[in-house]
Each structure stands twice: as C-alpha cells, then as structure tokens.
C-alpha cells in the first residue's frame, strides 16, 4: 500500500470519527428524550415513571442470566459459549414508543428507516467459565443489544452445596452476578443479581447427558443519569435558555438500588454430547415497581472441555 493510499485511509477514518454520533446511531441505539423532561426528580413523576420503566426492563433484557445448570464444572472443566437470546419488552407502551419526532429508539425515524418498536430485543452473548476446586466457578460474559452500540459486560460466580452425588438428590447452588452497561448516551446501568438453582441430571441411551433446571433470582440495577439537550442543535453554553426559564439542558434522577428490585424465575433444559453442550432457557421475569412481567427465551451452544 503506498504512502499516498495510506492518507487517503487516515483522512476518511478521520472524518467518519469526528462526524456528529446522530449520523451513524445504530437502529436501536436509546434515547431518552422521547420520556419527556421531568418536572421534578420525585419517583412519581410521570416522565421520571416512563424512565423507570423503560430502564428496568432493559436492565432485565441485558443482564447476565444463568444459563447452566446448578452443577458446577469441576476443577479441570472449562466451557466456552455462544448465546442468543430474545428478550421481550412492553413494546407498546408510551415509554418504548416515545412523543412523534423523538421515539426511544433511533430506528423509528424517518432517516433510520422508520422501524417499529420490536415486541423483542436481540441480545446475542458470548461466555466463558472455569471451574474451581471446592465445587465453585467463576464466569465473563459479554451481551449486545443487536443493532445498537450497547455492550453489556458482566461477571459472574457459583458455589454448589450439593452436585448430585447421591444419584436421584438434584444438585443445588448459589450464584451471584453483576454487571455493566457501555455505550449508552443517555444513562448508565449497573445490575448485581443473586440467583438459587437446583438440576438433575441423567443419560439418555449411554451417549448423552439431559440435565433439566430450574431458580429463582432477584436483580438490583443502579441506573445513574447523564445529562441530556432537548434542543435538536449542539449546545455550546451550559446556560443557554432555549428551552424556557429552565434551560435546554436537564436530566433524570439517579434511581438507587433499593428502588430498583426486579425478580425472575427460570427454567431450562441442557443436553451434552461429548464436548458439545446445547441448551435452552425460558426466563420469566418481573418489574418490581410495577409489576410488569417479561418473557425471554435463550438458545446456547457451547464447548465444555
């Protein structure tokens, strides 16, 4: 490659960097805006309500869910997998759908093609876990909001206080996970989730192993606030009065974790083949300030060596 194509490369790289976000936002990049601006930072304020809402449910679609069963891996067990999960929302509420001209997901405009609102997210995720003397095991993972720029990373641990070791006692464990949200413009989310799960497994013709499961965990998220321009133009004067006596620039509350319990019962069903593992989940999960219940369903494959 010559010096002059080189260049050229730089100057195109430079200009697509430096061109405003709006320009490349993804179809199901979030945006807030579309909540209203609330009049004060009470948790019964009707725009501050919608945010809760539209922030619970994503923290419930991206946060890492358990899909193994209670088992552990064994000290020398290490598993690789691929995850796909559709993950349902409450697509036909105000706080998904948003005000004409500002929708909550980009994609509803007219120059990102005017999609609907999806009655499911596609959070595609990848995971590692490592097993660890003493019946335990520790886990990465990361999900994508798929056509977004919203990447998820999370952490995870399980300890067993029983594997089956007696041949029809199901085994029992104990997780813990948690979690961080990146490349969100308008907020930022943290979740910390603790889950009980039991599992029996068994052999199916001497060639596979069937292990169903089924837990019941409950979710904390830590939804923190940016600051956020009602103004369609880039504002240069943090006092600027455009819009109205209190300014174009404001922002939601911070809402803390006791204010944001969630829960969700799942279930599921993993087959092993030698080395490969598949595995499906059905999750079941519900807001706790309002009650609403979400369903999602995971498909996994994955390498247990």
Do not use: C
Not at 258 to 266: A, G, L, Y
């Amino acid at each position: 490659m010559g010096l002059t194509t080189r260049l050229a490369l730089s100057v195109v790289a430079a200009a697509w960097l430096s061109a405003p976000v709006v320009a490349r936002a993804n179809p199901y990049d979030i945006s807030v805006r579309g909540l209203g601006r609330p009049a004060t930072n009470s948790l019964t304020d009707p725009a501050v309500l919608r945010y809760r809402a539209l922030t619970s449910e994503l923290a419930l679609s991206l946060a890492p869910r358990p899909l193994a069963p209670a088992e552990t891996l064994g000290l020398s067990g290490f598993e690789f997998s691929l995850v796909s999960t559709l993950a349902g929302i409450s697509s036909g509420e105000a706080y998904w759908q948003g005000q004409p001209g500002s929708p909550i997901i980009e994609g509803a405009l007219p120059s990102h093609g005017s999609r609907a609102v999806p009655s499911a997210l596609w959070v595609p995720s990848l995971h590692v876990r490592k097993g660890l003397p003493f019946s335990t095991e520790i886990g990465i993972n990361g999900s994508y909001l798929a056509f977004s720029e919203m990447v998820n990373a999370g952490v995870e641990a399980k300890v067993a206080l029983h594997e089956s070791y007696f041949r029809y006692a199901p085994a029992l464990s104990f997780r813990a996970a948690g979690s961080r949200l990146f490349g969100a413009t308008d907020f930022g989310m943290i979740t910390v989730e603790g889950d009980a799960m039991t599992s029996l497994a068994f052999g199916v013709g001497g060639m596979a192993q069937v292990t169903p499961y089924a837990g019941y965990g409950l979710m904390y998220a830590q939804i923190d606030h940016t600051v956020i321009d009602e103004t369609p133009y880039k504002v240069l004067d943090a006092n600027d009065q455009q819009g109205g006596p209190s300014g174009s620039l404001y922002s939601f509350p911070t809402l803390d974790w006791n204010e944001n319990q969630h829960s969700r019962i799942f279930g599921g069903l993993r087959i092993n083949v030698a080395m490969l593992e598949l595995l499906y989940e059905f999750d079941f999960g519900m807001v706790g300030f309002n009650k609403k219940q979400l369903i999602s369903h995971s498909f996994k494959l994955g390498l247990d060596v």
